[in-house]
């Protein structure tokens, strides 16, 4: 029986030139998506590799002269342009060394928040200083967001599923097969579910026809997990909205009707609901302005200053090999001492200072997530930036990578700074050694999206039984 019906949708569907309209509209997004994000890996990968590659030229450059000088052969005007001086190469207001965030191949599924945060670090004796150049990204991409996978997915292939599933019984209805159907010495219920699977199995089987081979052309091999995941997001994401339309093809009304409430369920759980979400979460988790935050991060270097002689007194304390000495007296070496000394504290307090909104900001994050149940395309969007490896949650985990880069880059250079040794020739070789890129981590739970689209669609299910029950399922 399911055979039989599954031949008799696949000669239909195959007679309809809308089908083949609508399978070319999806390959030709599913490719472009596709494309987009290719193109803005391999955009980013140029500039980075162009930085890195720059970076690596230059201390070659810095490796010859530190020779020079060290032999006597050369001199500099200053020690702030000794290429062998700790503080010059190692960065406080120079120098430094730059650090990449490598993408994973399934970068490409999802911008994410790709656009938002940056791709490359100076890492210095002080901390990090982001590097990137988001400056120049098209304002219009940054405001509406990329055209990646996830969007076509989330946006664009629920219009296909709703095109051929909108009028999956009223259309019988209202060309008289329906009736003809019913005919059949076999059992309505089984006639009706027979028909359904086999509708949705065209629809599910279109889908993987198209997804991928273009993930497979893209980059992303077919023995990666995340080629089959993002495949199943989109037959899980395309069965609630054969659900949604089954459910509203139960009530009774015509294709017109029923087209329209599709419609309508499409812009409210792809545009106003995912809104909504934005707008209670801001409400219920306010954080505070960025213009607030800067005006305390003022008062808190005022503080730091304040409180540097107190931090100071302890420092030497500490440390009475080291002599105190007046401005006046002060060498260079006396003064970044001093700030080292006041580095840590510095820094504990305006982690403490940042957290007071980190937490707002990670609150409201959280409450919107717990929304997420409210609309699919959240579902999927979620889901594809967990793979993706672009969610804000990854960015947080690689940076704790960044973090302990920096610190083995400023431990290097603060021992021999300590020690009150310059920088040789061997010390470039392990500097130049020192690794340029950061593998971007992975979230470890990044099925969360995927079983809420897969609570989402037992949730319309119940909603079509509830339809079809209350209406004898059959409208003649």
Known sequence: MFLLQLKYETLRLLRSPMLWLLLVFLATSIGFGAYNGV????????????????????????KMQADSVARGLKKVGGWYLDPTNVIFVGGVWRGGWVTALEPTPQSLLAA??????????????????AR????????????????DLSFVLAFLLPLLVIALSFNLLSG??????????????VATGRLFLMKTLARFTLLAALTLLVTLPILAWSGISLTNAAAWQTAGVAVLYSLFWFLLALGVNLRG?????????????????????????????????????????LNEMRDADAYLEAQKKTVLDVFYQKHPNYTRKSEVEKEWQDWYREDFA?????????????????????????????????????????????????????????????????????????KKFEANETLTTADYDEILKFPDKVMAANVPSSSKGALWLAVQCLLVGLWAWWSGRRKSFIFL
């Open 39 to 62: 193109q803005r890996i391999a955009a980013k990968s140029q500039s980075v590799g162009e930085m890195l590659a720059q970076q690596q030229e230059d201390l070659g450059k810095q």
């Open 112 to 129: 994410g928040m790709s656009d938002l945060q940056p791709d490359t670090w100076r890492l210095t004796l002080m901390g990090k200083d």
């Open 132 to 147: 990137g150049d988001s400056e120049f990204e098209n304002p219009v991409n940054l405001a509406l967001g990329t055209f």
């Open 172 to 185: 019988e209805r209202e060309q008289g097969t329906l009736a003809l159907l019913l005919a059949q010495p």
């Open 253 to 293: 009304g015509s294709s017109t009707q029923n087209a329209l409430l599709c419609v309508g369920a499409w812009l409210l759980f792809t545009l106003v609901v995912p809104a909504l979400v934005n707008m209670v979460s801001e409400k219920a988790h306010p954080v505070p302005s960025r213009a607030s935050y």
């Open 342 to 414: 006041v580095m840590d504290f510095g820094k504990k307090f305006r982690d403490s200072l940042e957290q007071r909104y980190i937490a707002p900001a990670e609150s409201q994050s959280a409450f919107a997530e717990n929304l997420t149940l409210l609309s699919p395309a959240l579902s999927v969007h979620r889901q594809m930036t967990d793979l993706a490896g672009t969610s804000q949650q990854a960015y947080k985990a690689s940076e704790k990578s960044l973090d302990a880069s920096q610190k083995n880059w400023a431990s290097f250079f603060l």
